[in-house]
């Protein structure tokens, strides 16, 4: 089966005036069909960069970006405005982590989302109203048909986040980014909307592609997982096989160092020395070397390219890929 | 043992809005009769989701905003700005804290050595030795002095501001130091490092802890004894081992229950809650949980539950319980079935 979208070899520069900042570097990813993808990493490492680019939401003028990204066989990278704005919130929707600041203030919710559907469906505004409704409704908020006029700010953290989905969801992509979307939300709120993106997802048979910084969530919502570090992917595969037994010394370091149930509280946790590196130039040789325990000085020559398409694999040269 | 650090009733409401006559239309119940006590060298941990009142507990404690009502008291002293009672500053030197926003919370003005200095300096500390002290606290939170002392906050990390902050907490000397999120706004490799920092200083200079977040497996790995807020209320309290392992209040079940498994392959059935938590301006009446509680009765909408013994010193506010008053009351009631709130 084709996949519904192919990265190859992505990279995002940005231009500033005190220089560039090499954002992400050589990040290559397929999605199938109803799959779901967590790309995992920490702030800055370049995941929401990646995701951005599928939808080519950065600044024209300011990005440099090299690459392809494939949209069901189509290259976003190359398409006319007229196209690129065809295809986002109907093939490819976003849901991101602050709803207050993704939602217009001066307008309805329920507008909000009738002008998406007018827009890509080409139906009447009554139709289009009555779709928003159905929708609320899908999303589980209470009162649906009086919440389809309140404004964005009358709503809870919550529920501005479910109808932050029930928009992106209005068309019926095919393909759903998520930017942290219940990072900001507390956590009786967050089970609650992971479980129903999860919902939503099996029934529209649409595919995802989650960041998050999460160990937990990742786990809970995602088939594969890709870890980024320092702009790269460093390690891509199943979440389960990733997670349970990592490859990668910082996937292993960044597991170990996050606080987890039934840990040993009298002794230290372990934690990675020092900080990720800053993006100003092109990092060509393991950008975690610096911090890692098993680095050597062929850590510090630029790393050989390594096969994307197997399941799984590993940019680490050390890793012991033999067990999986 | 007596505690270190006793807090009695204490209660925070805030006015909105105002009518025609300058009286409040509307007031935010923020921090409803808390009480808790904490013993020397022990860290309590508070936890609960946004709008609980945590923080603003915290901030009443060292007086950033003047309590209501309750009394505040280290080693069987009263502190407030009421007559009688010790004067706050002398508070402050015995109780720090370090807030979330680490940028935030320093003076972008200062570099780090004079942040650090500065607070021994009001209390009286010569500028010598108050340098002196600054240096060998950097050195001690893992900053080379050398290199840090004359920078700014903005050409530090987050993860050297938050340690900048800890230094400068230690500075004037506290028993008490209050973490409201200090470790929250951290990536996790970082977030590792200062939790391990912050175990050894309270070793080195016997500090009692009091650790404010939303994290629950931090939570869990930091305290000694958990408090558990909702609504401005404490709903649950106890040592943590206990509370996480046989959680009374239905509420702390389902909030210990909704933080996704970190290991994988464990699947697990999630307690699900219904909508958000309500808004504090207007908290139901009787158990303030009752709107979202899956074992909530009419007595539960009518009456606050009272504080009852679970085992030993850890307790719980819930008519569930045997040991409330209203307990038989509950137990021949109906459950009620509830609609999803608004």
């Known amino acids: 089966m084709n996949p519904v979208v192919e990265v190859k070899n ?52 300011k990005t440099q970006i090299e690459g392809q990204v494939l949209v069901e066989g189509q290259d976003v990278l190359k398409m006319k405005s007229k196209a690129l704005s065809e295809m986002r919130g109907k093939t490819v929707s976003m849901v991101f982590q602050e709803p207050m600041l993704a939602f217009d203030p001066v307008f309805t919710v329920g507008d909000q989302i009738a002008e998406s559907v007018m827009r890509h469906e080409r139906i009447s505004y009554k139709d289009a109203r009555q779709r928003a409704l159905e929708m609320l409704d899908r999303v589980r908020i209470p009162s649906a048909a009086k919440r389809l006029d309140a404004y964005p700010h009358e709503m809870s953290g919550g529920m501005r986040q479910r109808a932050m989905i029930a928009l992106a969801l209005a068309c019926k992509p095919r393909v759903l980014l998520a930017d942290e979307p ?3 939300l507390d956590a009786t709120v967050q089970i609650q909307v992971l479980l129903l993106l999860k919902e939503l997802q099996r029934e529209l048979g649409m595919s995802m592609i989650f960041v998050t910084h999460d160990v937990g969530v990742a786990i809970e919502v995602a088939d594969r997982t890709a870890v980024m570090y ?56 393991c950008a975690f070397a610096p911090r890692c ?11 050989p390219s390594v096969n994307t398409l197997t399941p799984r694999w590993t940019r680490c040269i050390h890793a012991d890929v033999s067990q999986a | 043992m007596s505690a270190l650090l006793r807090v009695q009733d204490l209660k925070k409401h805030f006015p909105i809005g105002k009518d025609l006559f300058g009286r409040p239309t509307q ?31 915290a901030r009443l404690l060292m007086h950033l905003i003047e309590p209501d009502e309750g009394r505040i008291s280290i080693r069987g002293k009263e502190f407030g700005n009421i007559g009688g009672r010790h004067p706050v500053a002398q508070l402050r030197r015995q109780m720090q804290m370090v807030f979330q ?32 002290q600054a240096r060998d606290l950097l050195d001690r939170v893992g900053l080379n002095p050398s290199v840090f002392i004359r920078r700014y906050p903005h050409e530090l990390s987050g993860g050297q501001r938050q340690r900048v902050n800890i230094a400068r907490a230690l500075a004037i000397k506290p028993e008490i130091v209050i973490l409201d999120e200090a470790v929250s706004a951290l990536d996790k490799s970082v977030q590792a490092q200062v939790l391990n920092l ?33 609504l401005g209320q404490v709903v649950e309290s106890g040592p943590v081992a206990q509370l996480y392992e046989n959680p009374a209040h239905p509420y702390t079940r ?29 908290p139901p009446k009787g158990c303030r949980f009752h709107p979202r509680c899956q074992f909530a009765k009419a007595i539960c909408a009518e009456k606050e539950p009272d504080t009852v013994k679970v085992s030993g010193s850890h307790k719980a506010a819930c008519f569930k319980l045997p040991g409330s008053a209203d307990h038989q009351t509950y137990i021949r009631l109906q459950e009620v079935s509830h609609e999803p709130r608004c």
């Open chain 2, 101 to 132: 926003d680490s940028y935030a919370s320093l003076n972008p003005r200062l570099t780090i050595e004079d942040s650090i200095a500065f607070g021994p300096q009001i209390h009286g500390v010569s500028e010598t030795l108050a340098r002196q």
């Open chain 1, 10 to 61: 992505l990279n995002v520069t940005f231009k500033g005036e005190e220089g560039s900042i090499f954002a992400v570097n050589d990040v290559s990813f397929d999605l199938a069909a109803g799959e779901t993808l967590a790309l995992l990493g920490e702030s800055g490492c370049g995941k929401s960069v990646t995701l951005k680019s599928l939808m080519r939401l950065h600044p024209m003028h």
């Open chain 2, 27 to 57: 007031v935010v119940h923020a921090v409803e009769s808390v009480s808790f006590e904490v013993e020397k060298g022990r860290t309590l941990g508070i936890v609960g989701e946004s709008g609980c009142g945590k923080s603003t507990t």
């Open chain 1, 293 to 303: 325990a098993q680095a050597s000085s062929r850590c510090l020559s630029p790393l």
């Open chain 2, 254 to 282: 389902a909030l210990l229950n909704s933080v996704p498994a970190q290991t994988p392959g464990q699947s697990k059935n999630y307690i699900v809650l219904e909508g958000d938590p309500p808004n504090p301006i207007a």
């Open chain 2, 198 to 230: 912050l175990s050894d200083l309270k070793k080195e200079f016997e500090l009692t802890y009091l650790f404010i977040s939303h994290d629950l497996n931090v939570v869990q790995y930091i305290s000694d004894d958990v408090m558990v807020m909702y």
């Open chain 1, 182 to 184: 219940t990072t900001a």
């Open chain 1, 230 to 285: 320092a702009g790269r992917i460093i390690e891509q595969g199943p979440v389960q096989a990733v997670l349970s037994k990592p490859w990668h010394p910082y996937t292993q370091g960044l597991l170990g160092a996050t606080v987890h149930p039934g840990m040993d509280r009298n002794q230290a946790l372990p934690a990675i020395p020092g900080a990720p590196p800053q993006l100003i130039r092109r990092i060509d040789e």
